[in-house]
């Protein structure tokens, strides 16, 4: 995409956590002026003029020096923070595909672009699709918004069957093509419960005027109701380099050598209700809003933790929703003032998670 629109872009930073391969070789193909990974320390062959940075701080380090007018955040869970809050704070454009960072600190966050004067725009394929179909429309034109979710691997799947997933089959996501956290989230409906907190601080929705359906296809990626029976859908295929370059391009529409969407081949669209007992982790959600403050950071801590524990085959598949469950319901919330506050509130989330692990697989 960027070699497609070169005249209109300036790519100042590049930033992995530890794919050094693809960062060199992005690097040489569009000669940022930074570099970084957030999970090495020794530098992997860069081009002239580009300049290393590692760790964590060294990637807000080199935010700081290179000053981008937009940062794309796409920075896997919890670490991907820093960088919003960054961006934010000093006024620039976040387009924003780490939803961690709503879900962790999504008050603290809006009200930091509000007094920054900072844009976000959503990256995310089922916000991306809100906010198209929102346009000018006021809020109170909006009867309610319908979050799609493919359902994963296993919905189908008898319930009793899900306690021996394993990884591997929890990785067949049937649409997308995600890593790991992500794609277990999609599994579980986590990353659609998180959507749910993301929808809510992006848009100003309340939580009833927010729904999940279930819609195998990928295809309709969200849907806005408004208070005169209108629906408006946002359509395509499942590939996140659409929403990118919408959100890069915004206002303007640019054009991309892209396969192009064939309404007789998705003739058929099928939505589903959400079954609560298979996805418990979407009316999660809906207690973490009710419960505010401090919650959505436990909540994406105990994921995170849960997720890695399933992965290593140590917990089963519905232990990780019940684990963060438990994260979140059995301590009392407290509210977020400081960033330190999200940070305090991840450490402790993690610890109880850890803790809750004794669901171990015999």
Known sequence: MLAEHGARFELVLIAAHTSAAGLAEAAERH??????????????TLPPGTRWFAGSDGLLDALDRTAPDTVLNAITGAAGLAASEWTLRTGRTLALANKESLVMAGGHLMALARRSGARILPVDSEHCAVFQCLGQEPLRAVR???????????????????????PEQALRHPTWSMGPRITIGSA????KAFEVLEAHWLFGLPPEAIEVVVH????????VE???????????????????LYCLGHPERLPFGFQPFDPVRWRRLEFEPLDPERYPAVPLAYDVLRLGGDAGAVLNAADEVATTAFLAGEIPFPAITSIAARAVRERTVRPIRSLQDVLDADAEGRRRAASLKPLRVR
């Open 31 to 44: 000669r940022p002026a930074a570099a970084c990974l957030t999970g090495a320390a020794e530098p992997p």
């Open 144 to 166: 309610r918004i319908w979050l799609t979710a493919s359902g994963g691997p296993f919905r189908t799947w008898a319930l009793p069957a899900l306690a021996a997933a394993t």
């Open 188 to 191: 579980t409906m986590m990353n």
């Open 216 to 223: 195998p296809q990928s295809i309709v990626h969200s849907m």
């Open 226 to 244: 408004f208070v005169d029976g209108s629906l408006l859908a946002q359509c395509g295929v499942p590939d996140m380099r659409v929403p990118i």
